[in-house]
């Protein structure tokens, strides 16, 4: 498989593909064979119809996990290409390790890679592993054929549904050409078996079929089972001459198979005795290869045997991908060793109750010296003055003392801390569904504790399998505060909640431009520190964004857990 996370995926049923698919961590070995396999039958057959996506479709082509030539954007290129991926994705994306492990484990698959199954023991197990293999094949192509028109062409309005995991929209159900899609799936087994095989020198003939599934279950006796799967036969750069002679006959083959079921001049009938023709060309057996002799002394045993994925192909920017992982589990170690410590920062919800208690004198506490005459008391102090007046009638009170009805007047006319209009700018960032994301506000203080406020943000959506960041929603909310004072009079916490809409500014599969939803936001705790009487610091650590700008027919979300860092600045 191209996913190559190796230690996670040994651990359950494994997985294996021959030649990669595209993803985050591999290159897309398989696109790129098909590709050059359609471009020269378009020049074989240049009368061969493009068909040109509609609105929903270009939407689909442009949120696919994988890159596409220039050439290559249209249904014809996409469906080829999607059904070639599906061999190996059966509709999942490549990070769900757990199910594709599940998927490429199961016994019944193995026919979809030219790989053995579990009975297909020797002396006679690559015989009846090639028989197999082939008859998937065929029965792919038979079905392709059923998607051509009354011309031979293939017809774009004969569709069938396959399931696929788009960069931004996720897993969805669409209606690709039946005949491009699996004809994808036929010509993705057919380049397996380069890669799933030991051949001759000329590379057209089977000496022995490889295997997976008996291996990663670890009952596999390699004079029994053949061959263990070889990661090395998968690379597809930086080649040495026996992979390059693989790629590039696989390449011919695939475009020899197309071209018989395109080929405007035969019938049905002749179409499929040519495509038997190909199959028998670059499937049959050799006979004579054991493992007592080596199976023939193959070279092909020089390469290393896969502990955990087909391809080893993994590119250089996909190095910190697997660092993050490997840090992730490393901290997990840790914590799970260190539970002492863990009982120790329980005492920190305490810490912060205890900063986060009123801010009133305490009993022992010595009370505050007056302010000078002619000034106006902060609002804690003039707090503190009322409960400190007696509560006397006025007018029986001696000369200069300050009775509670008083007090409590002089407290409403205390100048403010906090301005009661206000403008917010902030920028987060969230890893699960990457993104990056800007807001702009106006904020309206009810109160030292309440504060309410009107937001927009766009966000921009990263797409991780094909590296591109592109512009998501425009979300457009109400925003509630309220803060939490600390005994430290620069610095509060605060709790926020955010509930507004949500509106798609780019297309997306079944969620058109201009498709406006709903916004839920909430920061349950983040942090306010006052830099100067008029600028705030806001730091929200961890907060939940989800906008849901499809709500009909197939809802789509994109739930974010982002960090942000803002400032306000107070009137």
């Keep these: ?42 020049v074989q057959l240049p009368a061969l119809p493009v068909v040109v996506p509609d609105r929903q479709l270009t939407s689909l082509i ?28 059966h509709g999942r994306g490549p990070t769900e390790i757990d199910q594709l492990a599940t998927i490429h484990g199961n016994p019944e698959n ?29 029965g792919k192509v038979v079905e392709a054929l059923d998607g051509l028109d009354d011309k031979g062409v293939p017809d774009p309005n004969n569709l069938v549904d396959i399931d696929v995991t788009l960069s931004l929209r996720g897993h969805v159900t669409t209606s690709l050409p039946r005949y491009w899609t699996r004809m994808g799936q036929a010509v993705h087994t057919l380049q397996d078996g380069f890669t799933h095989t030991f051949r001759s020198a000329d590379r057209l003939r089977v000496r022995t079929v490889l295997n997976w599934v008996e291996y990663v279950s670890g009952e596999e006796v390699e004079s029994r089972d053949g061959p263990l799967h070889r990661n090395g036969l998968d690379q597809c750069d930086n080649l040495d001459d026996l992979r390059q002679t693989n790629i590039a006959t696989a390449s011919v083959a695939s475009t020899e198979l197309l071209r018989a079921t395109l080929d405007p001049a035969l019938t049905r009938e002749a179409k499929l005795a040519a495509v038997d023709a190909t199959l028998a060309k670059y499937l049959s057996f050799e006979p004579g290869c054991t493992e007592a002799n080596g199976w023939c002394d193959a070279p092909e045993r020089q390469y290393q045997v896969g502990a955990s994925c087909g391809c080893s192909v993994i590119r250089a920017q996909s190095g910190g991908a697997l660092a993050a992982a490997a840090g992730i589990l490393g901290v997990a170690f840790l914590v799970a060793r260190s539970r002492r410590r863990l009982k120790k920062l329980a005492a920190l919800p305490i810490a912060v109750a205890c900063l986060a208690a009123p801010t009133a004198a305490r009993a022992q506490d ?9 000034t106006a008391k902060t609002e804690p102090a003039a707090k503190a003055a009322v409960e400190a007046a007696p509560d006397i009638d006025p007018k029986a009170a001696a000369p200069g003392v300050i009775t509670k009805s008083e007090a409590k007047a002089e407290e409403k006319a205390v100048v403010r801390d906090r301005s009661v209009f206000g403008l917010y700018a902030a920028g987060s960032g ?41 512009t998501g929603v425009l979300n457009v909310y109400a925003t509630g505060i309220f803060r939490y004072p600390l005994r430290f009079e620069q610095v509060n916490l605060r709790s926020t909640a955010n509930l507004g809409t949500s509106t798609m500014l780019i297309d997306l599969y079944g969620a058109p431009r201009g498709t406006t939803g709903i916004f839920v936001g909430a920061v349950p705790l983040g942090l306010e520190w006052k830099a100067t009487s008029s600028v705030y610091i806001i730091f929200d650590v961890l907060g939940i964004a989800l906008p849901v700008p499809q709500l009909k027919g197939a809802p789509f979300a994109y739930p974010m857990y982002r960090t942000a860092l803002g400032v306000e600045l107070a009137f």
């Design 366 to 374: 010595p009370a505050p010296p007056p302010p000078p005459d002619g």
């Design 430 to 470: 969230s890893v699960t569904n990457a993104s990056l994301n800007g807001q702009l506000g106006v904020r309206f203080s009810l109160s030292d504790r309440w504060t309410v406020g009107l937001d927009g943000e766009i966000d921009g959506w990263y797409a991780l399998q094909t590296n591109r960041f592109r």
């Design 110 to 138: 193995q026919k979809e890679h030219c790989l053995r199954s579990v009975g297909d023991d020797e002396p006679d197990g690559s015989v009846r592993a090639l028989e197999a293999c082939k008859a998937f094949i065929r």
């Design 1 to 42: 498989m191209a996913f190559c996370a190796a230690a996670l995926v040994s651990a359950t049923a494994g997985s294996a593909s021959a030649y990669s698919y595209e993803s985050a961590v591999s290159a897309g070995c398989h696109e790129r064979i098909t590709m050059g396999a359609l471009r020269a039958v378009r």
């Design 62 to 89: 442009s949120d696919l996990p994988f890159a596409l030539d220039s050439d290559m954007k249209d249904v014809t290129g996409a469906a080829l290409v999607i059904g070639v991926r599906d061999n190996d994705l």
